[in-house]
């Protein structure tokens, strides 16, 4: 089942977070293995749908998305890895630009920047706050809009895009005035 065939499932009755399940975890999955890698993933995740499932009685479809309520319940936990998502990223920027080593760093150089910026890119991000880091990988890792961003994170639409700002401005400075992000130009 795909996440589009998903609407408004009854979470009260088990098959209807099931639906959820299947739709959604291998969204949920790849976004959680871009911020900590493959080892941490899978215990992030089923959190994620664990903590979801727990509290489905207080999903509220009015106020977000089922997609965007998975998202920020699994950035929340990404929060509480983060000492992993940090030394994955420094490890990332000790790395030759020219190793071919898959990871994190690799998968947010190809989405973000140039190949070539790997290492000096990972370091950047890892130097990063959490607000301004969070909105940054739900952009470049998940594809999330400003607006599911907010309804994700808990925090007003406007916010998105001054973290965001912030965040382009401090990898720019960080990356010697390369720009970081594709199609951005400025």
Do not use: C
């Not at 961003?149 to 382009?168: D, F, M, Q």
Request: hydrophobic residues 40%.
């Amino acid at each position: 089942m795909t996440a589009a065939a998903v609407r408004d499932p009854d979470l009260a009755e088990p098959e209807g977070f099931s639906e959820i399940f299947d739709a959604y975890f291998g969204e949920i999955h790849r976004y959680v293995a871009q911020r900590l890698g493959p080892d941490d993933a899978e215990d992030v995740v089923a959190e994620t749908f664990l903590t979801a499932f727990r509290k489905r009685d207080r999903y509220d479809p009015g106020r977000a998305s089922v997609r965007s309520w998975l998202y920020g319940i699994a950035t929340n936990l990404v929060g509480k890895h983060r000492r992993t998502e940090i030394r994955a990223l420094r490890a990332m920027e000790r790395v030759s630009p020219d190793r071919d080593v898959p990871g994190l760093a690799d998968v947010v150089a190809v989405r973000v920047s140039a190949q070539s910026l790997g290492p000096s890119l990972a370091g950047a991000i890892a130097r990063l706050g959490k607000g301004d880091r969070d909105v940054l990988l739900l952009v470049a890792l998940a594809g999330l809009s400003h607006e599911e961003i907010a309804t994700a994170l808990g925090i007003p639409y406007g916010t998105v895009g001054s973290r965001l700002n912030r965040a382009r401005k401090k990898l720019r400075k960080a990356l010697g005035g390369t720009n970081p992000m594709e199609g951005d130009r400025g």
